[in-house]
């Protein structure tokens, strides 16, 4: 009923929204070929919760915004939600117009991102630097107290910013541009 309900508002207030309601992460990741803009993520969903499929999500789109949305709002459910990649948490009982401005917010965001010189974040910029060591995924996830998943998702991330496809040239590229110090 909600994702009925999310659709039609959707649909009325951001026309150029192509939309896509699936049940779980899996259908998500199975239908969806291209990487959306924006996902809408419910923290209840059956399967894979939306939180614990947070790092899949990222892994296959990495630039993706992703909106957390959840009856419920739980701090430590939120913050586990953002740790993993969440743009932004919004609760189901906000008013509709909340959601909207938070989709174009998002929306806005994203297009910055992907028409401007790409920056690193604090997080992506250290797990960089453990790249530039020569440690595994999972050697970087150990150190730094995160999932394989999570470091996985920000490593992408990074090879995308910098616009390289390997280790080796996202720190060559790193250093060109002096963004390790």
């Known amino acids: 009923m909600f994702s009925a309900g999310l659709s039609l508002l959707i649909d009325q207030n951001i026309p150029s929204a192509h939309l896509i309601c699936c ?15 924006i996902v809408l993520l419910d923290m209840n969903l ?7 499929g947070l790092p899949q999500l990222k892994v296959r789109w990495p630039n993706a915004e992703i909106i957390v949305i959840s009856g419920e709002v739980d701090g430590h459910q ?8 969440a743009a932004t948490f919004v ?16 929306l806005a965001a994203h297009h910055a991102t992907s028409t401007s010189f790409s920056r690193l974040t604090g997080r992506q910029t250290e797990i960089l630097r453990l790249v530039g060591k020569g ?3 999972k050697g970087i996830a150990a150190r730094l107290a995160l999932s394989p998943f999570t470091v996985q998702a920000h490593v992408q991330a990074i090879f995308r910013a ?4 390997n280790r080796t040239q996202a720190m060559l590229e790193a250093r060109k541009r002096g963004l390790l110090g």
């Open 23 to 37: 049940q779980t992460v899996e259908d998500a990741l199975l239908q969806v070929e291209a990487e959306p803009e």
């Open 46 to 52: 059956d399967g894979a919760s939306g939180v614990d």
């Open 78 to 85: 939120v913050h586990r939600a953002l740790e993993l990649g």
């Open 91 to 106: 609760s189901k009982s906000a008013p509709p117009e909340q959601l909207l401005t938070t989709i174009h917010q998002r």
């Open 135 to 137: 440690l595994s995924n």
């Open 162 to 165: 910098l616009q390289v496809n």
